[in-house]
């Protein structure tokens, strides 16, 4: 089955203790991000990346990092995480080049409570 | 900020067809207009998108105005697993064309 799959699905963590949260698509994607949703702001985007090696800045990178060394595999990387990223994040992916306008398939979402 | 506005919530008989609006004044002409909906925390799920011509597929129809200013998700009949925000985005070339979620349209649908 075509899909994006996000682990953990839930995660407690103090402040400080680094984290990742894996995203693994099996659909040769090229495009993958990540978005956060907060009540009232809505998803916003914090990264992308266009293909391996090739990451950007989303709208609210600050304290995340992200790695793209595989196509199928686009981990976010929380270093050192503050109560005010906890929040629900949702990992996506879609086609690019020929099929630019391909929709965006996201996965079910990583709630992470820092505290 | 979103580039569609919808209002906040709907309500559908279930069986009925739900019409779900969606105003996008600004949209430019190679813009694709896209549907999603999210069931309570899930991730969002595509649902259609299309450019000028009106499309369908399993789950929905979606009509667009001919000036391309507006558009209306049709689901033919709705049930109550179709309870859900909707959201309608276009989406912008910005960040790799990312997709910027508005606050959407909170349909129920009801017995």
């Known amino acids: 089955e075509a899909q994006v799959t996000q682990n953990p699905r839930y995660l407690i963590t103090v402040t400080g203790k680094k984290l990742t949260v894996t995203c693994s698509q099996n659909?040769?994607?090229?495009?993958m991000s990540w978005y956060r949703q907060d009540p009232g702001l809505g998803l916003r985007q914090i990264y992308y990346?266009?293909?391996?090696?090739?990451?950007d800045k989303g709208d609210v990178p600050e304290g995340y990092k992200v790695s793209r060394k595989e196509k199928r595999n686009f981990p976010l990387i929380l270093e050192s995480p503050s109560p005010n990223q906890t929040s629900l994040y949702f990992c996506?992916?879609?086609?690019?080049?020929?099929?630019?306008?391909?929709?965006?398939?996201f996965g079910n979402g990583t709630r992470l409570t820092v505290t | 900020d979103a580039k569609t506005t919808q209002p906040t919530s709907m309500d559908c008989a279930e069986g009925r067809a739900a019409n779900l609006p969606c105003n996008h004044s600004?949209?430019?002409?190679?813009?694709?207009v896209y549907w999603y909906r999210q069931i309570h925390s899930q991730g969002p799920q595509y649902i259609i998108h299309?450019?000028?011509n009106n499309e369908t597929n399993e789950m929905a129809s979606l009509i667009i105005t001919e000036d391309r200013k507006s558009s209306t998700l049709i689901l033919p009949h709705a049930t109550l697993r179709d309870t859900a925000v909707y959201y309608c985005i276009v989406r912008v070339e910005d960040q790799g064309g990312k997709l910027i979620f508005g606050q959407g349209t909170e349909l129920s649908v009801k017995p």
């Open positions: 659909m040769n994607h090229e495009y």
């Open positions: 996506a992916s879609r086609l690019t080049g020929a099929r630019y306008n391909s929709p965006l398939h």
């Open positions: 600004t949209i430019s002409g190679n813009e694709y």
């Open positions: 990346s266009m293909n391996v090696e090739v990451t």
């Open positions: 299309g450019l000028k």
